[in-house]
């Protein structure tokens, strides 16, 4: 974390995972376990039935509430979509663009997730953009280069004044609900090569204001180490998201 140069953020991705009345209560359970969150925002995405359960439960709550996906286009022939205007409208924030999982399951490709960001800065939505290697890009070190690319196709026709929307979350593939671990040097060092792509294309001023999150079986029992580190600057949280207590252990990690 840097709080003099950046937000940390902690936000909780619950995947496809509670209901409505679901929603509200771990809301309610929140707002009480938190307190106030003096030195991080907290989000969480939730599926899209649950965003009106959310918006309202988070009015008290100070939590801002994402969506998980969006389409890029403004409306359409796009049967089972949903488009950036639609969330926009029933109060989201932040929407997470380029999860892995819609990579892999859903055909998602770099050039869908630059007309994603594109879609979502226009409208007034804060992007939160998954990159991440494979353990098969790991070995053969070849990190470097997909998480440059990732990123600089997701970045393309991005204006500069626009870049402090932007979150970016590193999920390596082989963290994510492994149980595994990315260490706090192997996240720093791949947080620390986004925000150069960044500066290397908008300067140092730019660069060091994005907030850049770390992503992949982070919990209460890592946090507090992997936030240690100056370019991680908060977590995307999937299964430690779920639980009231796992959460807000994560959130008081990023407030100490
Ligand atoms: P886990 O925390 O369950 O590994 O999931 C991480 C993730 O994919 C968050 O988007």
Request: aromatic share 6%; charged share 25%; proline share 3%.
């Amino acid at each position: 974390m840097n709080r003099k140069y950046r937000k940390t953020i902690i936000a909780g991705n619950w995947k496809m995972n509670k209901t409505p009345a679901e929603t509200k209560k771990m809301f309610e359970e929140l707002k009480v376990a938190c307190g106030k969150q003096k030195w991080c925002d907290v989000v969480l995405c939730v599926p899209f039935v649950d965003i009106p359960a959310a918006v309202r439960a988070s009015r008290d709550a100070k939590i801002a509430v994402a969506a998980q996906n969006m389409h890029y286009e403004e409306k359409g022939a796009f049967t089972g979509e949903v488009s950036a205007e639609m969330l926009k409208e029933l109060g989201v924030k932040f929407v997470v663009i380029g999860h892995s999982e819609r990579r892999e399951y859903y055909g998602e490709t770099d050039k869908t997730v630059n007309l994603k960001v594109k879609k979502a800065l226009e409208v007034g939505l804060r992007p939160i953009i998954c990159v991440g290697e494979t353990l098969e890009q790991r070995e053969f070190d070849v990190t470097a280069e997909h998480i440059t690319m990732q990123v600089k196709i997701a970045l393309a026709g991005v204006p500069a004044e626009k870049m402090r929307k932007i979150v970016f979350a590193y999920e390596p593939i082989w963290a994510i609900g492994t149980g595994k671990t990315a260490t706090a040097e192997q996240a720093e060092e791949v947080c620390g090569l986004i925000r150069a792509v960044i500066r290397a294309k908008y300067g140092a001023r730019t660069a060091r204001a994005v907030t850049i999150q770390y992503g992949g079986s982070m919990n209460p029992k890592n946090a507090a180490e992997l936030l240690s580190k100056p370019d991680v600057d908060g977590g995307l949280i999937g299964g430690a998201s779920l639980k009231t207590e796992d959460f807000a252990a994560v959130i008081n990690a990023a407030n100490q």
